[in-house]
């Protein structure tokens, strides 16, 4: 069975630290790993990676995918309130369109 | 803008009387899901169209059902909702089975009393 394991599961920072969040995964025929921000609505997109050891980046956000060791970390630099969210990671494999793991709920105080 | 639509946003049905969440896109997209979520819990699909070609998850109960009368409509049915069927019930549609990146709508909160 697909399996995706975020940690931690919930994260409290205070505003300008650095937070590394994480997702392993066993999937069969792994495709690609996508990282989404929920906070009070539908989860937003933000990543999707296919290769490993290639950063994708926007703003202070980014990610990077290991398909050897079955990972993505997602980071986040100099963190501010509006980051508060639940992140969701979920990887399609091709057998089913998407496995989402649980989030990791990131609060930042100021 | 291209988007997802869903409505009602927020719909409140009493024990056993039947429901139904519609989902529209401007995206002119092949497939569209349909997502359970629960409070604190990931997003669990229920089911999804690749075009008119249906897919239920194994999973999912019969209480629930769908329609896609055309690309861009797509109906949630719940025939008998149980109070466990309080969720945010999520529309998402990505442009064909390869291409992987989902799009979600905002979200239908419902309430059973």
């Known amino acids: 069975e697909d399996k995706v394991v975020q940690s931690p599961l919930s994260l409290v920072v205070h505003e300008g630290d650095t937070v590394t969040l994480n997702c392993s995964y066993e999937?069969?025929?792994?495709?690609?790993l996508l990282w989404y921000k929920q906070e009070k609505k539908a989860p937003t997109f933000l990543f999707m990676l296919?290769?490993?050891?290639i950063e994708k980046k926007s703003g202070r956000l980014s990610s990077i995918l290991d398909k050897k060791e079955l990972f993505s970390i997602l980071n986040i630099t100099a963190t501010q309130t509006g980051d508060s969210a639940v992140y969701l990671c979920?990887?399609?494999?091709?057998?089913?369109?998407?496995?989402f793991g649980k989030g990791t709920r990131l609060s930042v105080i100021a | 803008d291209a988007m997802v639509i869903q409505n009602p946003r927020y719909q409140v049905t009493q024990f056993g009387k039947p429901v139904t969440l519609s989902c529209s896109q401007t995206?002119?997209?092949?497939?569209m899901y349909w997502y359970q979520q629960k409070s604190s819990q990931a997003p669990k699909l229920l089911f999804h169209y690749y075009d008119k070609d249906f897919n239920n998850e194994a999973d999912t109960p019969d209480n629930f059902q769908s329609r896609r009368p055309n690309t861009s409509f797509c109906f949630l049915d719940i025939r008998s909702p149980g109070l466990g069927d309080a969720a945010m019930y999520l529309c998402a549609t990505s442009r064909d089975g390869a291409q992987e990146t989902q799009y979600f709508g905002p979200g239908t909160r419902l309430l059973v009393l």
């Open positions: 296919t290769s490993s050891g």
């Open positions: 999937v069969t025929n792994f495709r690609s």
């Open positions: 979920a990887v399609y494999s091709g057998n089913t369109p998407l496995v």
């Open positions: 995206l002119n997209h092949n497939v």
